[in-house]
């Protein structure tokens, strides 16, 4: 193998694994230890350059970092990150002073947002403080779009919502709330310089079985639609028995939800086994322990509906299996009926685009979505962008912001008359930590501390309001502890071919077997003569220079702990710890005035 380039920003980047894998690349090691030494301002900082609302992700994120956090390879559950990430923005101080300056002098171009959901606000975040005008259009009464309308207040307080979507409102975005946008013509007419869809996917799909049609969508309702109803205050009661059908994390709001609008029965019911439900982990395990059932393998057939008024729901039982990739649902010919007065269809969602005209250049495909490049979101026509569920579907909240970042690099470059298809750099450095012969400035050693639970209040007091906060969050001393088992994943193993005797004084110490002299050869062979085979190939290998002997040193990523033993051991500081941050690209315009 030819030397690695360690100069390449996304070597490092990929080696912090966390990091690598939130979509928005937010620098989750170095946020961590500022919670850890109680700079939670400057923690919820790190985190709203990057995700733009802590507070809100850190309640409701996917946690995509969570999976791919190398604390997980060591033992069975990763660092918390997310609900850290919660801890910056619920002990920080006032971080308004923190905020970007907006200018007084614009630049001349206008832009308008088609939606206030976290795709459009994070364009907003990231063209205001360029001098650009955001006319933003929302047709409820608040910003936040999907936040807001679609994760209960016992999840997200709504008072949360209003504070970070407030920064970036405060920041002189011009607002027109209760304002349905009905035609993309007429809002390319106000003269416009470029628009940016956000508007998410609002139209939920539903079941049109036998009997839908005799209850006159009275009491079988698309659940996204009833949690929007919900957050705004016009539903405040669900009936006895409801059933909700949908095995994703919009089912688990909306059995939840029930409950404590005072339905006795709520049961889920799904075709699959719960081991294949596409809700979060969590999400499942809160619902469990309220004691809402969640059925298995059960085939919706039926709505049984007596003069306009639904009674139940018939639903075969099946077995499932998965064969080459595919779901086969058999039945057993057993057939079950299930009381209800209420039924929640939370079985996926779609986009409606009815107002945008399809003769203004517009392409779309046989989705229903318009045409949209993945790397810049520019729709065919040169002025319109999209970003979020609008763009590319339903995801979530953090790819939502990441989509709106490149959104925004996008409709700078434009607006500049730049190529938008050459992407900005990101930001990156290298700073030894090197303190002292065996003195770092971070805190090198491997904690055994297990991953903390997040506090719950009482559960009876949980399900009797839909919006008490049901988490309470990390209080500080048992954030610091769930940041000490970070592994400081950017704080990367350098290597001096040059100043190593080739002593072996590392390989002695190292505690995980992932650093190997030995003879060069093609990557697959390489991986496999390690003293420990590196079979992740996911994740890169470094392999040095040429040393004196023939031979190179070769490390496995994957496994290193970044517990610096290397570094202290060497004799002749062949090894050091040197952070490498990385902040992805943001909008850099010059002002055109």
């Known amino acids: 193998m030819k030397p690695t380039d360690t100069s390449n920003p996304e070597y490092f980047h990929k080696v912090v694994d966390c990091q690598f894998a939130c979509p928005a690349h937010t620098p989750v090691p170095e946020y961590i230890r500022l919670i850890a030494a109680g700079k939670y301002a400057e923690a919820y900082m790190v985190n709203w350059h990057s995700n733009v609302f802590p507070g809100i992700l850190g309640r409701t994120c996917d946690r995509p970092c969570e999976p791919a956090c190398r604390r997980g390879r060591v033992e069975d559950k990763p660092v918390a990150i997310c609900r850290l990430k919660r801890v910056c923005a619920d002990l920080k101080d006032d971080i308004r002073s923190l905020l970007p300056e907006i200018p007084k002098q614009k630049n001349g171009c206008r832009v308008a947002l088609v939606g206030a959901g976290p795709a459009s606000l994070t364009v907003a975040r990231d063209l205001m403080p360029l001098g650009y005008e955001i006319d933003l259009y929302e047709s409820h009464a608040k910003a936040g779009g999907f936040m807001r309308q679609q994760i209960p207040s016992f999840r997200l307080p709504e008072e949360v919502i209003d504070e970070e979507t407030g920064y970036i409102l405060d920041m002189g975005v011009k607002t027109f709330f209760n304002t349905r946008v009905e035609s993309m013509k007429a809002m390319l007419e106000k003269g416009y310089d ?10 939920g799909r539903v079941l049109k079985l036998p009997g839908y049609d005799l209850d006159g969508g009275k009491k079988i309702l698309v659940g996204v639609e009833w949690l929007a109803q919900v957050a705004f205050g016009h539903i405040t009661e669900a009936p006895k028995d409801v059933i909700v059908i949908g095995g994703g994390n919009t089912a688990m709001d909306c059995c939840r939800t029930a409950l404590r609008l005072g339905a006795d029965n709520v049961k889920v019911l799904l075709r699959t086994p719960i081991s294949a439900m596409v809700a979060s982990p969590w999400e499942i395990e809160d619902t469990q322990a309220e004691g809402i059932p969640i059925v298995e393998n059960h085939n919706p057939l039926e709505y049984l509906v007596e003069n306009g008024r639904l009674k139940a729901m018939t639903f075969d039982v099946i077995e499932y299996k998965v064969e080459d990739g595919k779901e086969i649902f058999t039945s057993t010919g057993q057939k079950e009926t299930i009381d209800c007065g209420m039924v929640l269809l939370a079985i996926g969602q779609a986009n409606a685009f009815p107002w945008i005209e399809r003769d203004i250049g ?20 040169p002025q319109v962008f999209f970003g979020g569920d609008a763009a590319f579907g339903p995801r979530n909240i953090i790819t939502a912001v990441a989509q709106g970042h490149q959104a925004a690099i996008s409709i700078d470059q434009f607006l500049q008359g730049q190529d938008l298809t050459q992407r900005p750099d990101p930001s990156t450095n290298l700073i030894s930590q090197k303190m002292g012969i065996h003195d770092w400035s971070y805190a090198s050693m491997v904690t055994e501390e297990q991953r903390h639970n997040v506090p719950h209040i009482d559960l009876l007091e949980a399900i009797h309001s839909h919006k008490t906060e049901v988490e309470l969050g990390f209080d500080a001393k048992t954030a610091v502890e769930e940041a000490q088992r970070c592994l400081n994943c950017d704080v990367e193993t350098v290597f001096s071919a040059e100043a190593c005797i080739e002593c072996d004084a590392c390989i002695d110490i190292c505690p995980v077997n992932c650093l190997n002299f030995t003879d060069n050869a093609e990557e697959a062979e390489l991986r496999r003569n390690l003293s420990v085979p590196a079979l992740n190939t996911g994740q890169s290998i470094f392999v040095s220079e040429t040393l004196k002997t023939g031979r190179v040193m070769v490390k496995d990523e994957d496994v290193c702990l970044h517990c610096g033993l290397c570094a202290e051991r060497c004799p002749t500081a062949a090894w050091d710890m040197q952070k490498f941050l990385y902040i992805a690209p943001k909008p850099k315009a010059k002002s055109n005035t």
């Open 194 to 203: 470029a628009v940016f869809v956000g508007s998410g996917a609002p139209s």
């Open 362 to 381: 517009i392409e779309f495909n046989e989705t229903g979505l318009a045409v949209v490049d993945e790397l810049t979101h520019q729709s065919t026509h």
